[in-house]
């Protein structure tokens, strides 16, 4: 029987198969009842293609730009914590793969490597994303390393100002495994003692990190603070409405990501694809609009482009082909995924990213 990998779904119940529970609970739970996790990829399966025949698509071109940065395809790397716990090499042999494909991958704040062993792997194009800590002098250091480090732009996540009740880690009392750390924080704060506290507190380990360090006061005024304090694009990852896109456009940000953080902070929101078309339309082509969240297939990276996002972000994939075979797993999920979209872009007709359109997809609200 041939055990050759032919989509990036596999990966999952291979990494079951490979990780301890505890971290494998860890990168695929939702929150609560998972309903939004699951609606994540139900909402993509909804959607209908249109495609359209007797194109001449003998020569296909997935390349884009993308803050002006030009990448080998619209399909780019979310921001996931801890890979050291996937793989031995975490987030270092994630960045050498994604800089080998000529894409994006956004550092976590909570990674096992810091920004300047990720700097060190070689060029490549990086985005470090950034929680607000109540200490604000911890915050404002992470932004000044990040700008040395030769990151592109801040991505803000603004959906977590607590952690979302993820019960698989609650029942597992989920611990970062005892020889590693979130690189970044370290110097910045007594990493191994902070984590030694919270070792004696029931639960989650994640959630008792977000509990005592995040600021949960963050709020639309501490977004302007972000841009005064660098000269960096900030974007904003998190928003799943119209009202707060027009907030983040009156805010000056660069671009905004539709995200529900992997289904992982408040269940029962919708799928993300269920809501980038009205945020698209909100923000009317003034900053790129991008999404995550349960893109698996080249068709989903389709479909989100034909709803007007400038590009897609995959976050779980990752991990999981991390832990079944490091750098070359998450070469192989990225591979997989630029395949599929390309043999997408055939099917339907379509030579360049930029001939995508709104027709070509069919969604439920349309009465065709
Ligand atoms: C995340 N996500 C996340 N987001 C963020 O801004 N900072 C982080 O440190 C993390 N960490 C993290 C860990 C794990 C295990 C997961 C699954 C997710 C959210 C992530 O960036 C992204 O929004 C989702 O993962 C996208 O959904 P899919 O592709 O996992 O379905």
């Known amino acids: 029987m041939s055990t050759e990998i032919v989509n990036v779904d596999e990966y999952e119940a291979l990494a079951q198969r490979r990780m ?8 695929s739970s939702g929150s609560e009842d ?10 993509f399966t909804r959607i209908r293609l249109r495609p359209r025949i007797l194109v001449d698509v003998s020569n296909i071109d997935v390349t884009t730009s993308v803050l002006g940065f030009k990448i080998a395809m619209p399909i780019m790397v979310a921001p ?9 090499d975490g987030e270092l042999a994630t960045v050498r793969a994604v800089s080998a494909a000529n894409t994006i991958m956004i550092l976590s704040a909570s990674a096992t490597c810091s920004m300047e062993e990720i700097a060190a792997t070689g060029p490549g194009l990086r985005l470090f994303q950034l929680y607000v800590y109540k200490d604000r002098n911890i915050t404002r250091t992470l932004v000044r390393r990040a700008e040395q480090a030769g990151f592109k732009a801040i991505v803000l996540t603004v959906d977590t100002p607590r952690l979302g009740r993820r019960e698989a880690d609650i029942k597992n009392r989920f611990k970062i495994p005892s020889h590693l750390s979130y690189k970044n924080m370290e110097g910045l704060m007594n990493v191994n003692k902070e984590i030694d506290k919270m070792n004696k507190t029931s ?3 994640a959630a008792a990190w977000v509990d005592n360090h995040f600021d949960r006061s963050l709020n639309w005024k501490d977004v302007k603070w972000l841009q ?32 529900n953080h992997g289904a992982r902070q408040l269940d029962h929101v919708p799928a993300t694809i269920s809501v980038l078309e009205e945020i698209v339309k909100a923000v009317a082509g003034r900053v790129p609009v ?18 007007g996002a400038s590009g897609v972000f995959i976050g779980r994939p990752i991990p999981y082909a991390l832990s079944v075979d490091g750098e070359a797993g998450v070469t192989k999920v990225l591979q997989m995924l630029r395949d599929e979209f390309e043999l997408t872009m055939a099917l339907m007709g379509v030579c360049s990213v930029k001939e995508i359109r709104r027709q070509h997809v069919q969604t439920e609200q349309d009465s065709v």
Not at 20 to 27: C, L, Q, S, T, V
Not at 80 to 88: E, G, Q, R, Y
Not at 236 to 246: M, N, P, R, S
């Open 20 to 27: 301890p529970k505890m971290a494998f609970d860890f990168f």
């Open 34 to 43: 998972q309903v939004t996790l699951r609606e994540n990829r139900a909402a």
């Open 80 to 88: 996931t914590a801890l890979h050291k716990m996937a793989h031995p």
């Open 203 to 205: 639960g989650s380990e």
């Open 228 to 259: 005064s304090i660098t000269k960096l694009p900030v974007l904003v990852k998190g928003i799943l409405t119209a009202e707060d896109a027009v907030l983040a456009l009156q805010a000056g940000v660069a671009g905004i990501m539709v995200s």
């Open 290 to 307: 991008f999404l995550d969240g349960g893109v698996r297939r080249g068709t989903d990276v389709f479909k989100a482009l034909a709803l």
